[in-house]
């Protein structure tokens, strides 16, 4: 009986595609729309920089930069002058930033992305982070513990420490002294010297007893770094984790969220806080970061999102597979699809011939 009722529905959406597709009658013909689908790119989209309300850069595969100067109404292609992976930038400015990418990769621009200009990064290591606190100072991060930084804006990068067999996924600066970074297997650490020295923090929760435990259970690899002063912060990572400090790492407590998703990118902004990941996952905290609520169908996509940015309390934006861009003005409450596939979208749903109305007997 399975496969009868599996043979008929198979059947009728045959038939439902042939005479769409092949124009069985006028009125069928008349009744097709052709699907609206907003796009800046198709590529996928792995970094949003927002310096305020109205600019905003997203960065991509194949050196995509598009850039919108109306607050996400309107974007124009920006020339990057590579066609590597783009992972991340920084703008102090709506004229001034830089762009961190595969292979060394670092881009500056001065006028707001009209030009690109590359920089001399002395490493071939992929580089998937960038933090600068002012026109001159400037740290990036990326594979085999590569810690660069700059005192002259990028003219030139100096490394800080030696290579290791660890990826360090993501920097942040809050001023020309202290600042911190994360990576695979749980690494935290933190400088308070401008990065000459590093210290490590290891949380409870990622402490083992050996090097064998330590190797069966790794602790999880974290992505996403936010501090709004410098005592406290968040951080992200694999098998939903999200970590908060009030005491500037010196401690670190697990925040309990019930799911598994890995998670990317957090940012909090006054009482508001958005981390983003895999699958889809999009959470929300209302109390400044205590606590989580994962947010199903606020932003309706299964895609992956990669990162999320707050240019202020109402506005926000999230990128991430293929082309996604959405972004909110009213604190995450709404979000707009600028670019990329909702399954919201009135094309993805099923035809009223194809609904299923319940169990078919013989």
Same mark, same amino acid.
């Given at each position: 009986?399975?496969?009868?009722v599996?043979?008929?529905?198979l059947?009728v959406?045959?038939?439902?595609?042939?005479?769409?597709?092949?124009?069985?009658?006028?009125?069928?013909d008349?009744a097709?729309?052709?699907p609206e689908?907003k796009?800046i790119?198709?590529?996928?989209?792995h970094g949003?920089?927002?310096p305020?309300?109205?600019?905003?850069?997203?960065v991509?595969?194949?050196?995509?930069?598009?850039?919108s100067?109306d607050?996400g109404e309107t974007?124009?292609k920006?020339?990057s002058?590579?066609?590597?992976l783009?992972?991340?930038?920084?703008f102090?400015?709506n004229?001034?930033?830089w762009?961190?990418?595969?292979?060394?990769?670092?881009l500056h621009?001065s006028?707001?992305?009209?030009?690109?200009?590359k920089q001399k990064t002395g490493?071939?290591k992929?580089l998937?982070s960038?933090?600068?606190v002012?026109?001159?100072?400037?740290?990036?991060?990326g594979?085999?513990?590569?810690?660069?930084?700059?005192?002259?804006?990028g003219?030139t990068?100096?490394?800080?420490?030696?290579?290791q067999?660890?990826?360090l996924?993501?920097?942040? %600066?809050l001023?020309r @002294?202290? $600042?911190? *970074?994360?990576g695979?297997?749980?690494t935290i +650490?933190? &400088?308070? !010297? /401008?990065?000459?020295?590093?210290?490590?923090?290891?949380?409870?929760a990622f402490?083992?007893?050996?090097?064998e435990?330590m190797?069966?259970d790794?602790?999880?690899?974290?992505?996403g770094i936010? %501090?709004?002063d410098? @005592?406290? $912060?968040w *951080?992200?990572?694999?098998?939903?984790?999200? +970590?908060h &400090?009030n !005491? /500037?790492g010196?401690t670190?407590?697990?925040i309990?969220?019930?799911?598994e998703n890995?998670?990317?990118?957090?940012?909090?902004?006054?009482?508001i806080?958005?981390?983003v990941?895999d699958?889809?996952?999009?959470?929300?905290?209302l109390?400044g970061?205590?606590t989580w609520?994962?947010?199903e169908?606020?932003?309706k996509s299964?895609?992956?999102?990669?990162?999320?940015t707050?240019?202020?309390a109402?506005?926000g934006w999230v990128?991430g597979?293929t082309?996604?861009?959405v972004?909110?003005t009213?604190?995450?409450?709404?979000?707009?699809f600028?670019?990329?596939?909702?399954y919201?979208?009135e094309?993805?749903q099923m035809?009223?011939a194809?609904?299923f109305?319940?169990m078919v007997?013989e």
């Open positions: 009986m399975g496969k009868t599996f043979r008929s529905v059947l959406a045959l038939s439902f595609c042939i005479c769409f597709g092949y124009g069985c009658s006028k009125s069928a008349k097709m729309k052709v689908i796009m790119t198709p590529e996928n989209v949003v920089i927002a305020d309300d109205n600019n905003i850069w997203v991509g595969n194949y050196g995509v930069i598009h850039h100067s607050g974007w124009t920006q020339e002058g590579v066609h590597t783009l992972v991340d930038g920084c102090i400015n004229t001034t930033g762009v961190t990418g595969l292979y060394g990769v670092i621009t006028d707001g992305g009209k030009t690109w200009t490493t071939g992929h998937f960038v933090s600068f002012d026109e001159n100072y400037g740290w990036a991060v594979e085999w513990h590569t810690i660069i930084n700059t005192t002259d804006g003219k990068w100096n490394h800080q420490v030696q290579e067999d660890k990826i996924s993501n920097v942040l %600066f001023n @002294n202290l $600042g911190w *970074l994360v695979e297997a749980g +650490m933190k &400088t308070t !010297d /401008g990065g000459r020295t590093w210290t490590a923090q290891v949380p409870k402490e083992r007893e050996s090097f435990a190797f069966e790794p602790p999880p690899a974290l992505f936010s %501090f709004t410098e @005592n406290t $912060g *951080l992200c990572g694999i098998d939903a984790t999200i +970590m &400090t !005491d /500037g010196a670190w407590n697990q309990p969220l019930g799911i890995a998670l990317f990118s957090i940012i909090i902004k006054g009482d806080g958005w981390t990941g699958k889809g996952a999009c959470l929300l905290s109390d970061g205590k609520t994962l947010q169908d606020v932003i299964k895609m992956w999102f990669r990162d999320v707050f240019s202020s109402d506005n990128v597979s082309g996604t861009v972004g909110t009213d604190s995450g409450k709404t979000w707009e600028r670019s990329g596939l909702s919201a979208m094309f993805f035809p009223k194809l609904e109305k319940g007997t």
